[in-house]
């Protein structure tokens, strides 16, 4: 079945540490996101990308990186330098970024930081 | 700024209709998404609406009003596994999704 695959699911990390979230889908979607959520909060972009070795900054980039070497896959990287990365992550993909199709999200990464 | 509200919290009973509304503040429209998300998993699409007035699918319909900056979802016949928060999100003129904090609705028998 098509969909979009994040993983891990749950993450613990010690302070300090820099963490890879990982993201892959097989719809053959063009644009790819990932987005941040807290209590009480909309969703919150961090980057995304329209295009295979291109992506963009989202509002709250800092302390984040991505690539995007392949179509299918959209690794978040959550560095040290991210101030306060105790979060529930959500990956989402659609067809192209111009467009106004709806967002396919994966399960959601929920990292901790002890 | 961009801004797009909706209630925190709604409260209803198994069986009856419920309405969730949302307004919105945004540079330009190019639609507006609701979505379903339960707690702890990933929000599902509901409905999108660009168009002013009501889009049914089922139980759920959504109307919008780009002149009054205003959409509601509308449950009926309500469940228990209607329990969740709803997503409320426009994109603007960029085709950028601005997303508002949800509206997390409870469900009693």
């Known amino acids: 079945d098509g969909g979009i695959t994040q993983s891990p699911k749950y993450l613990f990390r010690k302070e300090g540490q820099n963490v890879t979230l990982s993201c892959e889908q097989n719809?053959?979607?063009?644009?790819m996101y990932w987005y941040r959520q807290d209590p009480g909060q909309g969703l919150r972009l961090i980057y995304y990308?329209?295009?295979?070795?291109?992506?963009q900054k989202g509002d709250i980039a800092e302390g984040y990186s991505v690539s995007r070497e392949k179509k299918e896959s959209f690794p978040l990287t959550v560095t040290s330098a991210q101030k306060n990365p105790t979060a529930f992550y959500l990956c989402?993909?659609?067809?192209?970024?111009?467009?106004?199709?709806?967002?396919?999200f994966g399960e959601g990464s929920r990292l901790t930081v002890l | 700024g961009q801004n797009i509200d909706q209630p925190t919290e709604m409260t209803a009973t198994e069986g009856a209709i419920v309405q969730i509304n949302c307004t919105y503040q945004?540079?330009?429209?190019?639609?507006l998404f609701w979505y379903q998300q339960h707690a702890g998993e990933a929000p599902t699409f509901l409905s999108y609406?660009?168009l002013d007035g009501l889009e049914e699918k089922g139980r759920f319909s959504s109307f919008l009003s780009r002149s009054k900056g205003y959409s509601y979802l509308l449950l009926k016949e309500l469940q228990m596994k209607d329990s969740a928060s709803y997503l409320c999100?426009?994109?603007?003129?960029?085709?950028?999704?601005?997303w508002g904090a949800g509206t997390k609705l409870i469900i009693k028998p």
């Open positions: 989402a993909s659609k067809t192209g970024d111009g467009d106004t199709g709806e967002l396919f």
């Open positions: 719809l053959n979607h063009d644009a």
């Open positions: 990308s329209q295009i295979v070795n291109d992506f």
């Open positions: 945004t540079s330009g429209f190019n639609g």
């Open positions: 609406n660009v």
């Open positions: 999100a426009v994109m603007d003129s960029n085709y950028q999704l601005i």
